[in-house]
């Protein structure tokens, strides 16, 4: 268990203040914030390239705020990916692991399963100049894990690659940390926190403003902050059950409901989310082209920032984002029946 109590560090124009937070063996935990709230320099301060004003950090019940760097069995993953150009991948990955006293034969081994596990095998002789970002971070992502730390730290992995390196660098991090790997990711984008962690904190200003689950997190926010921040509702566990056509899939929500949404994914488990100002709510069938259509109860009428927010139990609970002229118009209210719609260009599909 690695925890954190009480950390605060003063830079020249900007401080965190009393940081705490516990991450459990096996733990994939985001920190979630906007640049400059403070994500990297927690990371910092963890792997020991900066030290706190004040505060402790242990790992396995052992203090290591003041330990070395090369002590403190966690490793740290960049966000420009920091490999050495001038060596190989090869050489990459055989430099952490050259003198800490393992065998010649142990360390070629633990070179060819990290290389296998990154699926960078055929990279070795490759020179970093050559390597895409998503295989600059899978090199970075292998030389670090080389020496098994307790506790890996990733600041924002995923933020320079385009839409499908992402997805399968996301999934690459799962596989990672369900084979028990301790996790502590920092990221601006949400979607990182629902697809990977189990454990989110929401940093504004320097300060930890909540933490928990990320149903916990985005759907009940503590403070206008991280409601206005995450900006997302409808997000659910999903699983694809067939194929209408290349792109276009179904997937069922809770064993309850059915999506029609494109993606290129086949079969398998993820999440489906569902932006809630691309929904329209009505209070009777829409004759619309929208594919999917659902006849639901008013749970809910909420204030918005930027307008009214529904609450629909359709067998799952869905937020509609409307305009409070939309609301004094079609007069929604609890415990109306009404009908909502959306494209399946609305529903977006990250596999699991």
């Given at each position: ?6 950390i ?15 991450v459990n ?14 994500k ?7 792997a020991g390239?900066m ?8 790992l ?6 003041n ?6 069995k966690?490793?740290?993953?960049f966000?420009d990916y ?8 090869k ?7 050259k ?24 990279l070795?002789?490759?020179s ?12 970075a992502?292998?030389?670090t894990?080389?020496l ?5 730290l990733l600041?924002e992995p ?11 660098l ?5 596989k ?6 301790t996790?502590i990711h ?34 009940n926010?503590?403070t206008?902050?991280v ?6 509702k409808?997000?659910?566990k999903?699983?694809i ?5 290349e792109?276009?899939?179904?997937a069922?929500i809770?064993n309850?409901?059915?999506v029609s949404l ?7 488990t993820?999440?489906v989310?569902i932006?809630n100002k691309n929904i329209?709510?009505?209070?009777i069938?829409p ?7 659902y006849q639901?109860?008013?749970v809910?009428v909420?204030?918005?920032?930027f ?19 939309t609301?004094?118009?079609?007069d929604?209210?609890e415990?109306k ?11 977006k599909?990250?596999?699991?």
């Open positions: 268990m690695l925890e954190v109590k009480n605060s560090k003063k830079l020249d124009d900007f401080n965190i203040k009393d940081i705490s937070f516990s063996k096996g733990d994939y935990f985001v920190i979630l914030g906007v640049s400059g709230a403070g990297s320099v927690i990371l910092e301060i963890i390239l030290q706190p004003n004040s505060g402790t950090i242990h396995n019940n052992k203090n290591i705020t330990e070395k760097i090369q002590k403190r966690v490793g740290l993953v966000q920091a490999v050495f150009p001038h060596l190989s991948v050489e990459n990955l055989l430099y952490p692991l003198n800490v006293g393992l065998e010649k034969e142990e360390i070629q081994n633990r070179m060819n399963e990290l290389a296998d596990e990154m699926s960078i095998s055929h070795l002789k490759r970093p100049t050559t390597l895409s970002g998503g295989e600059l971070q899978r090199v992502l292998a030389r894990l080389a098994n730390p307790e506790c890996l600041d995923l933020s320079s690659l385009d839409i499908q390196l992402k997805n399968n996301r999934g690459l991090l799962r990672i940390n369900r084979k028990g790997q996790i920092v990221t601006h984008d949400y979607e990182d926190a629902i697809f990977l962690a189990n454990k989110v904190a929401v940093i504004n200003d320097g300060k930890i403003v909540q933490t928990g689950s990320p149903e916990e997190v985005f759907k926010p503590k206008k902050f409601a206005n921040f995450s900006g997302i409808n997000f659910f999903a699983d059950i067939t194929e209408v056509n792109n276009l899939k179904k069922v809770n309850k409901v059915s494109f993606t290129e994914a086949k079969t398998g993820g999440f989310i932006k329209i709510i009505s209070n069938k004759n619309i082209s929208a594919m999917n259509n639901g109860v008013v809910d909420l204030p918005a920032k307008g009214v927010e529904i609450i629909v139990d359709i067998g799952i609970l869905i937020s509609v984002l409307i305009s409070a002229e609301l004094k118009k079609y929604f209210f415990d029946k009404v009908w909502i719609s959306f494209k399946a260009s609305s529903a599909f990250l596999h699991g």
